[in-house]
C-alpha cells in the first residue's frame, strides 16, 4: 500500500460524498452497509476494519461471507496477501483513498464500512499527522473532513451486545474457527503479534496448540467433546474465555473512539439496534421451538424499523 494520498476537493460543496458506517464489533454495521446497498443500487463497500484487510483466517476475523454480499462489490477486503506485516493508517489513507477515487469516477457511491476508528479517522481528516495518535491525546481529533461524510453510528446497549459477542464466538467456533486457527497455527511464531497475527483468537490458541499439537492427533484441531481428555478440555476453555473477554475488551474500545470523535463534533447519526439484538438472541434461544419462524420475523422487522428506515432516510436527506 503506498502511503501518498490522492488530491481531493478543499470547497465543502464539490467535496466527494460518502456514507460511513461505525459501530462496535458485532453491532451489525455489514449488514447494513449491504441493506443500504439494496436501496442505493449505485453503493460499492469499502472495508475499514484493519484484520478484514488480510486474506486468511475469514472465521476468525468476521469477514462478510460472499452469499450475504448479495453481489454488492467490495473492495479492500481480504485484499492483502503479506500476513506478515501491520498496515499503518497512513497506507490505509492512501489505498481506501484511491478506492473512492476510483469508485466514484464510475459513477457509483462509496460506502465506508469497519470497526477500525484509527483506519476511519486517517482517511477522513483533511490532514493527517501520521505521527500522532489522536485517541490518547486531549481535544486531538479535528473535525475538518476531506470528503462529505454521512455518518451511521450503529449502536447496541452494553448489557446486550457484550452477552451476543460472547454467544457470537461460541458459533464461530462452531462454524469452524478451531480449525481455520490450527491449520494457521505455527509453533515458530507464537508469541508474535503482527499482521494478521493480531486477530483475536490467534494468540488466545497459541497456547492451547503448544500444549495440543494439531497434527499430533486430529482430534486437537477440533472442539472437544465429552469424555475427552480433561486437561485438553480445561485448555480450550480458557482459550475461548480469553477469546470473550478480549472481544469485549476491544468493542469498549471501539465505542470509546467513537466518542471521542463525537465529541470532537463529527456528525454520527446513532442508530439503536438494542431491540434488534436483544429479539435476535430470543429467537437463538427459542430456535429449536415452533416459534422460531416468527421470533425471526420479528428480529428483522425491528432492523427495517429502527435501524434500516432511519438509516435509509438518512442517506436519502444527505444525497439530496
Avoid at 466527494?16 to 441493506?35: N, P
Wanted: net charge neutral; charged share 25%.
Amino acid at each position: 500500500m503506498d502511503s501518498s494520498s490522492p488530491p481531493h476537493h478543499h470547497s465543502n460543496q464539490n467535496k466527494t460524498k460518502i456514507i460511513v458506517t461505525m459501530g462496535a464489533t458485532g453491532c451489525g454495521k455489514s449488514r447494513l452497509s449491504v441493506d443500504l446497498a439494496t436501496h442505493f443500487p449505485h453503493s460499492q463497500i469499502i472495508n475499514s476494519d484493519k484484520m478484514q484487510l488480510y486474506n486468511g483466517l475469514d472465521i476468525t476475523t468476521n469477514k462478510i461471507p460472499p452469499h450475504e454480499r448479495k453481489g454488492v462489490p467490495h473492495f479492500l477486503l481480504g485484499d492483502l496477501d503479506t500476513i506478515d506485516a501491520d498496515v499503518l493508517p497512513s497506507q490505509f489513507r492512501s489505498a481506501a483513498g484511491l478506492t473512492i477515487a476510483n469508485i466514484v469516477s464510475r459513477g457509483n457511491l462509496p460506502l465506508l464500512v469497519g470497526g477500525s476508528n484509527s483506519f476511519i479517522h486517517a482517511l477522513l481528516v483533511e490532514t493527517f499527522d501520521p505521527q500522532v495518535d489522536v485517541f490518547t491525546g486531549p481535544d486531538s481529533v479535528t473535525h475538518l473532513l476531506r470528503y462529505d461524510c454521512c455518518f451511521l453510528w450503529v449502536d447496541v446497549a452494553w448489557s446486550v451486545l457484550s452477552d451476543y459477542l460472547c454467544e457470537r464466538v461460541d458459533e464461530m467456533l462452531e462454524s469452524g474457527m478451531l480449525e481455520e486457527l490450527a491449520q494457521f497455527y505455527e509453533p515458530t511464531k507464537v508469541g508474535v503479534r503482527v499482521g494478521l497475527r493480531k486477530a483475536i483468537g490467534v494468540s488466545e490458541f497459541d497456547e492451547y496448540f503448544r500444549k495440543y499439537p494439531p497434527w499430533e492427533s486430529e482430534a486437537n484441531g477440533r472442539i472437544p467433546k465429552e469424555g475427552c481428555d480433561q486437561a485438553r478440555k480445561e485448555a480450550y476453555e480458557e482459550a475461548v474465555r480469553l477469546i470473550k473477554d478480549n472481544t469485549c475488551i476491544l468493542a469498549k474500545r471501539q465505542i470509546g473512539k467513537i466518542m471521542r470523535l463525537r465529541k470532537a463534533g463529527w456528525d454520527l447519526k446513532r442508530l439503536d439496534a438494542t431491540a434488534t439484538f436483544r429479539a435476535m438472541m430470543m429467537k437463538k434461544k427459542k430456535n429449536k421451538s415452533s416459534s422460531a419462524a416468527s421470533s425471526d420475523l420479528e428480529w428483522r422487522d425491528i432492523w427495517e424499523r429502527e435501524v434500516m428506515e432511519p438509516s435509509v432516510k438518512a442517506v436519502r436527506r444527505f444525497l439530496q
